[in-house]
Protein backbone atom coordinates (compact mmCIF):
# COMPACT_ATOMS: atom_id res chain seq x y z
CA UNK A 1 0.00 0.00 0.00
CA UNK A 2 1.18 3.19 -1.07
CA UNK A 3 1.84 6.08 1.76
CA UNK A 4 -0.33 8.34 -0.23
CA UNK A 5 -3.33 5.78 0.12
CA UNK A 6 -2.74 5.73 3.79
CA UNK A 7 -2.19 9.74 4.23
CA UNK A 8 -5.58 9.55 1.89
CA UNK A 9 -7.65 7.58 3.92
CA UNK A 10 -6.06 9.81 7.60
CA UNK A 11 -6.79 12.53 6.22
CA UNK A 12 -10.57 11.47 5.65
CA UNK A 13 -10.99 9.85 8.67
CA UNK A 14 -10.14 12.63 10.94
CA UNK A 15 -12.43 15.38 8.94
CA UNK A 16 -15.07 12.23 9.50
CA UNK A 17 -14.60 11.73 13.17
CA UNK A 18 -14.59 15.78 13.68
CA UNK A 19 -18.03 15.57 11.54
CA UNK A 20 -20.23 12.92 13.37
CA UNK A 21 -19.11 14.85 16.72
CA UNK A 22 -19.97 18.52 15.45
CA UNK A 23 -23.38 16.67 13.62
CA UNK A 24 -24.09 14.68 16.98
CA UNK A 25 -23.77 17.77 19.07
CA UNK A 26 -26.09 19.83 16.24
CA UNK A 27 -28.46 16.60 16.40
CA UNK A 28 -29.01 17.00 20.02
CA UNK A 29 -29.11 20.91 20.41
CA UNK A 30 -31.93 21.63 17.26
CA UNK A 31 -33.47 18.28 17.64
CA UNK A 32 -33.73 17.62 21.14
CA UNK A 33 -32.89 14.06 20.91
CA UNK A 34 -29.99 12.18 22.10
CA UNK A 35 -28.43 8.70 21.92
CA UNK A 36 -29.55 6.12 20.17
CA UNK A 37 -31.89 8.68 17.86
CA UNK A 38 -28.90 10.88 17.19
CA UNK A 39 -26.65 7.58 16.57
CA UNK A 40 -29.50 6.78 14.02
CA UNK A 41 -29.65 9.70 12.22
CA UNK A 42 -25.77 9.73 11.80
CA UNK A 43 -25.93 5.99 10.71
CA UNK A 44 -28.85 6.86 8.23
CA UNK A 45 -27.33 9.92 6.74
CA UNK A 46 -23.29 8.35 6.35
CA UNK A 47 -24.98 5.78 4.94
CA UNK A 48 -26.35 7.68 2.44
CA UNK A 49 -23.82 9.60 1.63
CA UNK A 50 -21.69 6.64 1.20
CA UNK A 51 -24.10 5.26 -1.43
CA UNK A 52 -24.66 8.51 -2.86
CA UNK A 53 -20.96 9.26 -3.40
CA UNK A 54 -19.83 5.68 -4.50
CA UNK A 55 -22.87 5.29 -6.69
CA UNK A 56 -21.96 8.58 -8.91
CA UNK A 57 -18.20 8.36 -8.69
CA UNK A 58 -18.11 4.19 -9.52
CA UNK A 59 -20.65 5.18 -12.13
CA UNK A 60 -18.69 8.51 -13.18
CA UNK A 61 -15.02 6.77 -13.33
CA UNK A 62 -13.29 10.28 -13.00
CA UNK A 63 -11.94 10.46 -9.44
CA UNK A 64 -8.46 8.82 -8.55
CA UNK A 65 -8.98 5.66 -6.03
CA UNK A 66 -6.87 8.38 -3.23
CA UNK A 67 -9.98 10.80 -3.39
CA UNK A 68 -12.21 8.01 -3.69
CA UNK A 69 -10.66 6.31 -0.09
CA UNK A 70 -10.24 9.51 1.24
CA UNK A 71 -14.50 9.79 0.93
CA UNK A 72 -15.73 6.23 1.41
CA UNK A 73 -13.44 4.67 3.78
CA UNK A 74 -11.75 7.55 5.41
CA UNK A 75 -14.72 9.99 5.64
CA UNK A 76 -17.72 8.16 5.64
CA UNK A 77 -16.00 5.34 7.56
CA UNK A 78 -15.17 7.63 10.51
CA UNK A 79 -18.38 9.18 9.96
CA UNK A 80 -19.93 6.01 10.78
CA UNK A 81 -18.97 2.75 9.68
CA UNK A 82 -22.66 1.59 9.48
CA UNK A 83 -22.77 3.19 6.19
CA UNK A 84 -20.02 0.48 4.82
CA UNK A 85 -22.22 -2.23 6.60
CA UNK A 86 -25.20 -0.54 4.80
CA UNK A 87 -23.86 -0.17 1.32
CA UNK A 88 -21.79 -3.59 1.21
CA UNK A 89 -25.49 -5.46 2.28
CA UNK A 90 -27.15 -3.44 -0.42
CA UNK A 91 -24.79 -4.37 -2.86
CA UNK A 92 -24.78 -8.36 -1.63
CA UNK A 93 -28.89 -8.28 -2.39
CA UNK A 94 -27.91 -6.67 -5.96
CA UNK A 95 -25.83 -9.39 -6.69
CA UNK A 96 -28.51 -11.77 -6.27
CA UNK A 97 -26.41 -12.83 -3.17
CA UNK A 98 -29.17 -13.16 -0.87
CA UNK A 99 -27.64 -15.27 1.33
CA UNK A 100 -24.70 -13.88 2.20
CA UNK A 101 -26.66 -10.51 2.29
CA UNK A 102 -28.33 -12.28 5.13
CA UNK A 103 -25.76 -13.61 7.06
CA UNK A 104 -24.13 -10.14 7.00
CA UNK A 105 -27.06 -8.38 8.51
CA UNK A 106 -27.71 -11.15 10.80
CA UNK A 107 -23.62 -11.28 11.89
CA UNK A 108 -23.46 -7.82 12.11
CA UNK A 109 -25.84 -6.85 14.49
CA UNK A 110 -26.01 -10.13 16.48
CA UNK A 111 -22.45 -10.64 17.29
CA UNK A 112 -21.48 -7.21 17.77
CA UNK A 113 -24.32 -7.23 20.03
CA UNK A 114 -22.73 -9.47 21.63
CA UNK A 115 -19.52 -8.17 21.80
CA UNK A 116 -20.88 -5.11 23.76
CA UNK A 117 -22.29 -7.68 25.85
CA UNK A 118 -19.47 -9.34 26.42
CA UNK A 119 -16.94 -6.59 26.80
CA UNK A 120 -19.84 -4.47 29.32
CA UNK A 121 -19.30 -7.75 31.61
CA UNK A 122 -15.60 -7.82 31.06
CA UNK A 123 -15.71 -4.23 32.06
CA UNK A 124 -17.72 -4.75 35.29
CA UNK A 125 -14.75 -7.06 36.53
CA UNK A 126 -11.82 -4.98 35.65
Known sequence: MQPSTLVSIGAGGLL?????????????????????VST???NITGSFLLALFLGWSLRQGLLAPQVRLFVSVGFC?????????????I???????????TGNILGNNLLCLAGVGLGLALASRL
Open 16 to 36: GACARHLFGLWIVSRLGVSNP
Open 40 to 42: MII
Open 77 to 89: GAFTTFSTFAYES
Open 91 to 101: ALAREGQWLAM
